[in-house]
Structures are given as structure tokens and as C-alpha cells.
């Protein structure tokens, strides 16, 4: 559901944006403090729920910096890739990333992040990246600028110093988030405070990495798992690096809220089954899925199904490896 190469795209523009340029263009000194202090905690709060096909929540700088997780993000990412990252784009570290929000739109895509910013900065970069900058905007601590960016419209917003938005596409989901920043939005929940996906993400709970799709799923997409997506609400997912034991590991979790009723042992074993289709697949086999350090378990309740299983990390980031690393060397610059 997600499209890789677009959500590391963004990341790479929001890193860009963030960090390059020159000098601040004349009259866009650093802004004063905001009358009100914005709410960018967590900046997952911050995604409009209206439109959303698909949301990525990452805590970047506690996944990466994972003991059990280090050396497969080393082989997907080199530490030199991660330097010459860096260098290019004014000393801006992915791994240094507090949180990151990716959300999908029928014609747009969003990214938030957390992370010390220099508005003035972000401004200069956008301007030497854009063949046009065609607006700019201030809102107390919010500054606004778009134009477009290669083939497509672009808005990048500077949240004071502590945080950066870009959107691509039509520009609105961003104007929304600044919205929920500034507190402005008082009859609205953002996508993970909404349902469907509200109840998917308490019964996932917190997790450095997690993915959520709302449904209703229709046409093909409503044949996925064994059939599954037809009768399911909304599917949530979450990775959590294991650091503890002898041998570390990568617990997922997946969650599918519906009304299963009294059909719900029944899907479980569907839901369980079509794991092991996924399994045995040569995707699977290419990222170590078919060998799980445990077995997949499954439980079910009349409003949710859910699986869980234990991945060893460095197959699943050798196989990841074999089908990105030409998409990783493009967005990394090497």
C-alpha cells in the first residue's frame, strides 16, 4: 500500500529543504516567538484525517539506532551513504530525525518531521529548488512558501524551529496540519484520533515504527488477505526492534479491525493462513519471511484480528537490500 521510492523521496526533500541554501533571502530573518507555543507533540497529530488512503508513523532515531537493528540498516544504508547524505544537505542526518509522519492522499502526499530547522534556510533551499516559487505566507511562528518542483506543485512550512512539512501534489493536507499545530481545529480529530484507524492504533500501541491503511477496500484491494480486506475497517502494522536475549529480534505486529462477530476465529485462521501464502512467495523467501525466529500467532475478538510474529532482521534487510538499494543509492545521492 505503500509506495517506498515515494515516502524516502519526501524524506530527501524534507532533509533538503531543511538544511540547504545560502544565505536567507532579503526581509526572512529568524521569526520571533509565536504568541502561542504550536502542538507538534506528537507530529503524527498533526495528518488531517479527510482523504487519507495511507499513514506511515516513525520514530526515526529510536529504530535506527536499535542494538539489534544497526547492523541491517548498515547493509541497506552504509554509513557513508548516511555521511555523504549529511554533507550534501547542510549536515542533516536522517538518523537525528526525532519523528517522521508520511501520509498518502488520492492526489497528494505529505511529510512531517521533527527536528531542528533553520526557517530562513528552508526558505533559500526551496528557492533554488523550485523552477517557480509562486506564494509565501506568514502565520506567527508558520512560515509558508510554494511554487512548483520539477514536474509538480510543492508547499514546504517551517514550524518556528522545531519541525518541517512539505507536501506534494495538490496542496491542503499541509494547510490542515498547520491547522492542528495552532490548535485551530477544534471540531476535527487527526487521522490516528479518527476512526477507523483510531481503534487500530490503541491496539497496536506505541512502536518506533508503525503503518496504517484505512479502509473501505474495494476492487482488487479488497481481495488482499485471502479475501480478508473486503469485510476489514482499517489494517494497522508495527515493527519493534527485540534488543534484549542472546540474539536480537524484529517483533511485527498486524492488526485488522472489522466486525467479525461470531466469524472471528474463522478469519483468524485466514488471516494466518494467507501470512503463510505471503511466506512462501518468492518475496518471502527472498527476505527471509518463510523462516521466522517464531511462529506466526494469531488471535481474534468480534471487533479485531491480529498477528504477530518474529523476524530475524538481518535476512529480512539482505533481502530489502537485493530490491532497493538502486532506489536507496539514487535518494542518497551515491
Request: net charge neutral; aromatic share 4%.
Given at each position: 500500500m505503500i509506495a517506498r521510492r515515494e515516502a524516502l523521496g519526501l524524506l530527501a526533500g524534507l532533509a533538503a529543504v531543511a538544511a540547504c541554501g545560502?544565505?536567507?533571502p532579503r526581509g526572512t530573518g529568524a521569526p520571533g516567538a509565536p504568541p502561542v507555543p504550536l502542538a507538534l507533540d506528537p507530529v503524527v497529530d498533526l495528518v488531517p484525517a479527510a482523504g487519507l488512503t495511507w499513514l506511515v508513523d516513525a520514530r526515526l532515531r529510536d529504530l535506527l539506532g536499535s542494538p539489534v537493528l544497526i547492523p541491517a540498516v548498515a547493509l541497506l544504508v552504509p554509513e557513508a551513504r548516511f555521511l555523504a547524505f549529511?554533507?550534501?544537505?547542510g549536515g542533516v542526518d536522517p538518523r537525528q530525525v526525532s519523528?517522521?509522519?508520511v501520509a498518502g492522499y488520492p492526489d497528494a502526499t505529505l511529510a512531517l518531521a521533527r527536528t531542528i530547522i533553520d526557517p530562513a534556510r528552508v526558505e533559500s533551499a526551496f528557492a533554488a529548488r523550485a523552477l517557480a516559487v509562486e506564494g509565501r505566507a506568514v502565520d506567527g511562528a508558520v512560515t509558508r512558501v510554494w511554487g512548483t518542483v520539477g514536474d509538480a506543485r510543492e508547499q514546504v512550512a517551517?514550524?518556528?524551529r522545531q519541525a518541517i512539512g512539505i507536501e506534494r501534489g495538490r496542496l491542503g493536507p499541509l494547510r490542515a496540519a498547520i491547522y492542528f499545530a495552532e490548535r485551530k481545529l477544534k471540531r476535527s480529530q487527526p487521522a490516528l484520533r479518527a476512526e477507523p484507524l483510531a481503534r487500530a492504533a490503541e491496539l497496536l500501541g506505541t512502536a518506533p515504527l508503525r503503518a496504517f491503511a484505512p479502509g473501505p477496500f474495494e476492487g482488487e484491494w479488497a481481495e488482499g488477505l485471502g479475501g480478508l480486506?473486503?469485510?476489514t475497517t482499517a489494517v494497522g502494522a508495527a515493527l519493534r526492534p527485540r534488543d534484549?536475549?542472546?540474539?536480537?529480534?524484529l517483533d511485527v505486529s498486524v492488526v485488522l479491525t472489522g466486525a467479525w462477530g461470531a466469524e472471528a476465529p474463522a478469519a483468524a485462521q485466514r488471516l494466518e493462513a494467507a501470512f503463510r501464502v505471503l511466506a512462501d512467495d518468492p518475496l518471502g523467501r527472498l527476505t527471509g519471511i518463510d523462516h521466522p525466529l517464531?511462529?506466526?500467532?494469531v488471535s481474534a475478538d468480534p471487533e479485531a484480528l491480529r498477528l504477530a510474529v518474529s523476524l530475524d532482521p538481518m535476512p529480512l534487510a539482505r533481502g530489502l537490500h537485493e530490491l532497493t538499494d538502486a532506489t536507496m543509492a539514487e535518494i542518497m545521492g551515491s
Open positions: 545560502g544565505a536567507a549529511a554533507q550534501r544537505n519523528e517522521l509522519a517551517a514550524f518556528d480486506l473486503r469485510a534484549a536475549g542472546p540474539a536480537g529480534a517464531e511462529a506466526p500467532r
